[in-house]
């Protein structure tokens, strides 16, 4: 049977969306600890954990921790273990929230997270290139896209690169939304996102 890290880190999406980190313990098919939750929007939420784990983890959480003036429901969440070695599942909380995750190992000090992999280089890059050629978009349609894009990485960053006055300049997706510069209209734009395992663009 696959064994299950004690420390993972990931994202969340659905009604909620953020980062995630988790400190499990496992005694057998029992697991419990801790689960901190940054929501883009509502801050800091943390969670006691408890839950079995035989190949398919099963979790039930306790609010211990939220910001001021938030809510925090109970928390029922499920998740396979996946051949790469991550956990991919649903959630949903008692007040009618609820979405998808995504979470990686991050145990100091192990080069085997339960993937069948050795070392930190990965044994394949996966790449996709998509050309939509001319077509007209808003800055709320730019953002949609980015947001869609960067759902299926966990650390990547988003690149757009496009010209101005007869330049091209890359910039994150964050630099790029802040410069007051850029024209009202973009002829050219390019989405690029990275990560160690995987890759995308968009042309």
Known sequence: MATLGKLWAGHVYGTNTGNLFLDLESDGPTVSG????????????????????????????????????????????????????????????????????????????????????????????????????????????????????RRDFLAGRPVLTYVVRGNEVTKYFEDFKADVDIPQELRYLKLTIQELSRSAKIF
């Not at 499920?78 to 956990?87: K, P, Q, R, V, Y």
Request: aromatic share 6%.
């Open 34 to 149: 801790t689960l901190h939750f940054m929501d883009t929007q509502f801050g800091i939420a943390v969670y006691h954990v408890t839950g079995e784990f035989d190949g398919r983890l099963r979790l039930v959480g306790i609010p211990l921790q939220a910001e001021p003036g938030t809510e925090l429901g109970n928390l029922t969440a499920e998740a396979d273990l996946t051949s790469e070695g991550s956990l991919r599942g649903k959630w949903s909380t008692s007040l009618g929230s609820c979405g998808t995750f995504q979470a990686f190992p991050h145990d100091p000090g192990k080069t085997d997270q339960g993937s069948g992999h050795s070392g930190t280089v990965p044994e394949q890059i996966y790449s996709s290139n998509i050309t939509l050629g001319s077509i007209r978009l808003n800055s709320a349609a730019i953002d949609e896209l980015v947001q869609l894009v």
